[in-house]
């Protein structure tokens, strides 16, 4: 189950990054987070909510935080700190860690493992977001899998 897991949260993370590099400033809606913001907002949560919560039984979220992040380099650098300490912190848990149960903020309880899976679709959630950004900017998106869905329709 570890190795699972960490594996599917690489996978992630590694295609968040293949963005990151090329970001921009965008904010395409008025009441909406920026690029940066969004960036800044996906480590954010995941240090301070997702992952304090494992270590501690409680988070320390504080959205008012993410403006500290409204540039490429801070949002950036956020995001890979986090994913390091997150990978560093998931690595030094055996099998039995990811089977133990959380409160979730509903106050169900889940598996850490689901705990950890709702981490990974917050991400891809906001990775959405920041594609959809770009894509108004008129940046063409590079497909994540490596074949653009038009290749797949013509080669069947």
């Given at each position: 189950?570890?190795?699972?897991?960490?594996?599917?949260?690489?996978?992630?993370k590694s295609r968040t990054?293949?963005?990151?590099?090329?970001?921009?400033?965008?904010?395409?809606?008025?009441?909406?987070?920026?690029?940066?913001?969004?960036?800044?907002?996906?480590?954010?949560?995941?240090?301070?909510?997702?992952?304090?919560?494992?270590?501690?039984?409680?988070?320390?979220?504080?959205?008012?935080?993410?403006?500290?992040?409204?540039?490429?380099?801070?949002?950036?650098?956020?995001?890979?700190?986090?994913?390091?300490?997150?990978?560093?912190f998931l690595q030094s848990k055996d099998d039995?860690?990811?089977?133990?149960?959380?409160?979730?903020?509903?106050?169900?309880?889940?598996?850490?493992?689901?705990?950890?899976?709702?981490?990974?679709?917050?991400?891809?959630?906001?990775?959405?977001?920041?594609?959809?950004?770009?894509?108004?900017?008129?940046?063409?998106?590079?497909?994540?899998?490596?074949?653009?869905?038009?290749?797949?329709?013509?080669?069947?």
């Amino acid at each position: 189950m570890k190795s699972e897991i960490i594996s599917i949260y690489k996978g992630v993370k590694s295609r968040t990054l293949l963005h990151l590099r090329e970001l921009a400033y965008l904010k395409p809606f008025e009441n909406k987070m920026s690029s940066y913001e969004l960036v800044g907002h996906i480590g954010l949560i995941e240090r301070d909510l997702f992952i304090e919560k494992l270590k501690t039984g409680t988070h320390i979220y504080d959205h008012s935080n993410i403006e500290n992040y409204n540039n490429r380099e801070g949002a950036n650098h956020l995001y890979e700190t986090v994913f390091l300490q997150t990978l560093d912190f998931l690595q030094s848990k055996d099998d039995a860690f990811f089977q133990q149960s959380i409160k979730s903020l509903n106050g169900n309880q889940i598996s850490i493992f689901k705990w950890l899976n709702l981490l990974l679709e917050h991400e891809i959630h906001h990775r959405s977001q920041l594609l959809f950004y770009l894509s108004l900017s008129g940046v063409e998106i590079q497909p994540i899998f490596g074949l653009k869905s038009e290749y797949i329709k013509n080669h069947q």
